[in-house]
DNA sequence: CTGTTAGCGCCTTCAC
DNA sequence: GTGAAGGCGCTAACAG
């Protein structure tokens, strides 16, 4: 297992450390043709490769980020993770996966951790409990780039998705269908900044419209009990045509309710969703969804982060808003129901 | 930016580095209680991180592993890298991940990417174009593991599912539930080892049952000018009653195309198949399914890997297979009567 | 119990 | 063009 290292390299090409490694630097014009020429074959004969490790000790550079998300079994997470690899990829950066699980011990020792293993950057999900440890590196000069969720107590890079504009994009697609009793299915505690702006998109289409608010359309349910708080939303007295779930572990949530309690989408009940879900298609009632822009949160972030790495004239932090996308399925019915609402004057605004 | 190193602790503290060497590995015994609490006062004031790369250098250990999946994007790469990094973070791992695409070249310049960034040992999902390379590396005493796909030409730790099992369970369970007209549906192609045990399964499970092989229900098929080879299959003279797809992409596929036919599952087609899908259970018909145990494979190929590393007495190279477990949901035409969930972290919003 | 010393493998002036 | 020397930050004998 004893590795071949720059010495050996040397001694068996009759050169000194320092003329290989110009080689491996592809500084060529510090040497011959001749003993370029050596020193390759001997590289090739040796399978020598250098030691990253040594390397990045001494150019104090690892060419490595650290990528922290929420939970890596979340197609969101999953597609971010992919974006950002395959531009750091490209642009010869290696990423270190962490899974935070929304916790902010684990996401603070894995700061940490990925900070003694001396990456050149973070990208990450902030949980927004480490928001001062976040900021501090951030003003020491260490790169960060923050995803998916929007603080405004600090001053970092972040990439975003619209989501106030895709929540009222939906919304407003159900409006357009003819509904008028919509309701909206949301997470109960504490509002993520970007959770609440799609319970704003949803008020503002409502509002565009002329929609009157009814707040028992509105329900903010908890993980346990939840039968018997969707019962209270879809058994009421006048029951909503439609439904708007602002994320997807709602959606499913409100998927096996109507299931179960065999209420046919869209016929009975017309669904919008935030957030693609893999199999929305094959749905018993394709999904009519709010995609984020997964993907290129990823190459963004990426691509932001590797420009302060590299220190390109940028300004103090820069935001990214990236628009997401109505995709259009089955489940929330059909063009036909849609004359109902055609006279409304704000639809032509 | 400048960090804050060993060096400072020490003068700081009023020891010599040693001494605070000593204490960051623990070893306590070698110094008074006075001077323990002393330079743990000035590592606090310092914000002190140990240098990592540094460390790895001096040590020859980089606890850290690479894991390279085919495609970060599907499910099943999803949940065996958590399971890896799950097992990895708990024993003091750390994981680069990297996305080969079934792309030998890929596969082949990440193995030695991994390598000169000295990673302790890889977990692969190879592709089987560099076997040599990666037999020659383990022969050298680099601990690897491979999962997922078995290869006879290489002497190495794997860790695989059940394929024969699942399939056979699959369609013995179609059997068992009265039908006899069973088709199968599989990519063209060269096949994988672990796939042609998923066919093995499925005529093997005919033969126990001494049901009469009929070549016209299975079909092996091209991702191409796939209707018209469906159409062969589901629009015949005497159309099968059940159908099982091999895998996730030719699941998607059947469903779609059952779907746009307007075909029934299960009334008027059963359906059975590999690999769980997130959705699974919300379709229009929710999916008998053969889980493979993903998260399992995970953790089982890092603790493999984890005992090379660390250099437990082991036999020269160990190959553990486990089981796959059938999930009777209702595709198949009958009520559900077990349904287990492996243990794993939940899907949080 | 603590300090001194000599590297780990590579990079980078600076002489030759 | 090429080589010698010093050092990146940390560890691990080995003295004291």
Do not use: W
């Not at 029951?239 to 572990?249: G, I, Q, S």
């Not at 691509?303 to 935001?319: A, F, G």
């Amino acid at each position: 297992m004893s590795k071949v290292k720059l010495k050996d390299v040397a001694e068996k090409a009759g050169v000194s450390k320092s003329t290989v490694s110009q080689y491996l630097n592809k500084r060529y014009e510090f040497m011959g043709k001749e003993t370029r020429k050596r020193i390759e074959k001997v590289i090739e004969d040796l399978r020598y490769q250098p030691n990253e490790v040594a390397r990045s000790l001494k150019i104090k550079k690892t060419n490595t980020i650290g990528v922290i998300v929420a939970n890596i079994l979340h197609p969101f997470s999953t597609y971010v993770s992919r974006g950002v690899e395959d531009y750091c990829q490209q642009r010869g950066y290696n990423v270190i996966l962490c899974n935070a699980d929304n916790d902010s011990n684990k996401e603070k020792s894995y700061i940490e951790m990925l900070q003694m293993k001396q990456v050149d950057g973070i990208i990450i999900a902030a949980t927004g409990k480490n928001n001062d440890l976040i900021y501090r590196e951030r003003e020491k000069g260490f790169p960060i780039v923050l995803f998916d969720r929007y603080f405004d107590d600090v001053e970092v890079d972040m990439v975003l998705s619209d989501n106030y504009q895709g929540a009222f994009q939906a919304v407003e697609h159900l409006i357009k269908m003819g509904h008028k009793n919509i309701a909206l299915v949301a997470p109960e505690g504490h509002l993520l900044s970007m959770r609440k702006l799609r319970i704003d998109g949803y008020y503002g289409a409502l509002k565009k419209y002329n929609i009157p608010i009814d707040e028992s359309y509105v329900k903010f349910v908890t993980t346990e009990n939840l039968t018997n708080q969707l019962n209270d939303l879809f058994r009421q007295d006048h029951v909503p045509t439609a439904v708007f779930t602002v994320n997807d572990l709602m959606t499913i949530e409100v998927l096996t309710y109507l299931k179960e309690n065999n209420i046919k989408v869209p016929d009975e009940m017309a669904v919008v969703v935030f957030d693609d879900l893999p199999m929305a298609s094959l749905l018993e009632a394709p999904l009519t969804v709010v995609a984020q822009p997964t993907y290129e949160i990823g190459t963004t972030s990426a691509r932001m982060l590797i420009e302060r790495i590299e220190s390109k004239v940028k300004p103090k932090h820069e935001q990214k808003i990236l628009p997401c996308q109505l995709i259009v399925r089955q489940s929330c019915g059909f063009r036909k129901n849609a004359e109902a609402n055609e006279n409304i004057p704000a639809l032509n605004a």
